[in-house]
């Protein structure tokens, strides 16, 4: 058991809006990292990084990767830092990842203020997203098996798309 797709990309790009829609099409489970974090914790990822900071945030983060690859038969969107963990792009490795790319503008446009990332609630989010990307973006490439740039398609085209460059490993696959 292990997942059909796993979307990775910054915050923005819709791996869990795009996530549950491929989900919906394949008729399989859908999951989400940062669903199973705040799960198992009870509590938000914002409260999380202001109790416990960011690297216990990541360890967090890190087993419930391991777990839903081990697990979890369907969609598995991760939360956008997950790919910066050394543990997780080890984990990774032979599974079905494809990246969902986004560029600044319409990154910045789609997280918008919201509070719930607090790694772009700074004074300056477009900065912190810029630098983001600037820092993500090899790291995306390196794990992924596909590249979708979503900027001017709307989800249901990006669920699209990730159908498209996997069906070819599905058949392979048998499934
Ligand atoms: N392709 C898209 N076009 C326009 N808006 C999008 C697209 N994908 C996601 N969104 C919107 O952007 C926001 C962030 O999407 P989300 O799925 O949470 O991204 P992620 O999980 O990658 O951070 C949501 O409001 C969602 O509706
Ligand atoms: O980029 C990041 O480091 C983070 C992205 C968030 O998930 P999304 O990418 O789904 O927004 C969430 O895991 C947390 O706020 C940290
Ligand atoms: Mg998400």
Excluded at 17 to 43: H, K, M
Excluded at 118 to 124: D, H, Q, R, S, T
Aim: hydrophobic share 45%; proline share 6%.
């Amino acid at each position: 058991m292990s997942p059909v797709a796993v979307l990775i990309g910054p915050p923005g790009a819709g791996k869990s809006t795009v996530g549950q829609l491929l989900a919906e099409r394949l008729g399989v489970p859908f999951t989400d990292s940062d669903t199973i974090v705040e799960t198992q914790q009870g509590r938000a990822i914002s409260d999380i990084f202001l109790s416990d900071g960011e690297a216990a945030f990541r360890v967090m983060e890190r087993e419930a990767v391991a777990g839903a690859l081990a697990e979890h038969d369907g969609v598995l969107a991760l939360g956008g830092g997950a790919p910066m963990t050394e543990g997780v792009r080890a984990d990774l490795d032979g599974h079905p990842v494809v990246f969902l790319a986004v560029g600044l503008a319409a990154g910045v446009r789609r997280v918008g203020l919201s509070t719930a990332r607090p790694l772009l609630a700074g004074v300056n989010p477009r900065a912190t997203f810029s630098a983001l990307l600037q820092e993500r973006l090899p790291v995306y490439r390196a794990v992924a098996r596909h590249e979708i740039a979503t900027d001017d398609l709307e989800p249901e085209a990006v669920a699209d798309a990730v159908l498209a460059a996997l069906s070819p490993e599905a058949d392979r696959a048998g499934r």
